[in-house]
């Protein structure tokens, strides 16, 4: 009896240890559990945080877009066919503190820099596409192509010669025309892009942004950043006016390169445009020196512009928001928004 007594007793402990072995399991493995449902609560709310967050930075670079365009009104309000730098819109950066977080914005001249889509010429635009926008050409081939080359080396870019300068030229000469023709020796078409270790084909048509240059025949990081200050993109236009009262003193290689001109008559047109700039594009080339220059060389400046490019970071709480638009100025002063790109340039 008293052996049978002992049996139970041992088998009722085992089984309580098991028990409680089995006990102690299921709650580790309901903490475990609980743990792992409150990390993933946690997580979804900071993404839901964020993407609030975001989206309220996304709508304040949506508010300052709006600004801008009243900014724009407001600084051609009697005077529709000047635009210079002594206008409201050309104060710079700006910021403007809101709740919880900032607005920084800076409107610019699209027309104060050279258009590299100016390159496209009309004949290889179809009649769907084809722009109001003016092309000078000249017996000696496209006044574009022949500023854009002198550009490149007026801003003394290492080891850039006049040769390496034309092989640039025509690479993206051809990189925007329809045709699939090789442009001199220097050209580039599908040939040249399909062979390459991971192979593509040229666009043949406009640049949507600087960026694209990276993928261009003969153009490499160094070249283009030295060409940023310089050059600028306009989207599906070939348009080729720049404005000689919105390029920066510090920009004067580019009225050199556009007019052939030298350098010191370059900065004398532009401190002779004052506060106001011109108010008459004939002023400009008063000069004896300007004298030799022909109809199509003076028709590439203008002093009004229509195309602007407004640069906008916000930041709400912990989230960052860039946004860059560019704005179209109508005959009516109805100012749309013909581009956007979202981020760091």
């Known amino acids: 009896m008293r052996r049978n007594i002992k049996r139970d007793v041992k088998r009722y402990s085992c089984h309580k240890g098991v028990a409680l072995i089995t006990v102690m399991l299921v709650v580790a493995l309901a903490a475990i559990l ?6 993933r609560l946690q997580l979804q709310l900071q993404r839901t945080a964020n993407i609030e967050e975001n989206q309220q930075a996304y709508w304040f670079a949506m508010g300052a877009e709006a600004f801008a365009k009243r900014i724009l009104i407001m600084s051609f309000d009697g005077e529709d066919n000047v635009t210079h730098l002594g206008q409201f819109w050309a104060q710079g950066e700006n910021s403007y503190p809101v709740d919880y977080g900032n607005i ?3 409107i610019t001249d699209l027309q104060s820099c050279f258009n590299l889509n100016a390159l496209r010429s009309t004949q290889s635009t179809s009649p769907t596409t084809a722009t109001t926008a003016t092309t000078a050409t000249t017996g000696s081939g496209n006044l574009a192509v022949e500023a854009l080359e002198r550009l490149i080396l007026a801003i003394n870019i ?6 390496e300068a034309k092989d640039m030229v025509d690479a993206l000469t051809d990189w925007l025309d329809a045709d699939d023709l090789v442009t001199n020796n220097g050209g580039a078409e599908d040939s040249e892009y399909s062979s390459k270790e991971y192979p593509y084909l040229p666009a043949n048509n406009y640049l949507g942004s600087l960026n694209e240059l990276r993928v261009v025949e003969h153009f490499t990081l160094n070249v283009i950043d030295k060409l940023k200050p310089y050059v600028c ?10 404005n000689v009262n919105t390029i920066k003193a510090e920009h004067v290689e580019l009225l050199t390169a556009v007019l052939d001109i030298t ?3 370059a900065e004398e047109i532009i401190s002779g445009r004052g506060d106001e700039g011109y108010q008459d594009i004939s002023d400009v080339f008063v000069s004896s020196e300007l004298s030799q220059l022909t109809d199509e060389q003076k028709e ?9 490019t407004l640069k906008t970071k916000t930041t709400f709480n912990n989230s960052y928001f860039f946004l860059s638009s560019i704005m179209k100025i109508e005959n009516n002063n109805q100012i749309n928004i013909i581009s956007r790109t979202i981020g760091r340039d």
């Open 104 to 106: 920084t914005g800076e």
């Open 263 to 265: 350098q010191s008559v």
């Open 233 to 242: 993109v306009i989207p599906n236009t070939n348009l080729h006016n720049i």
């Open 300 to 308: 590439q400046l203008v002093i009004d512009s229509e195309y602007f």
């Open 34 to 39: 609980a743990t792992q449902m409150t990390a």
């Open 158 to 163: 290492d080891n850039i010669s006049e040769f």
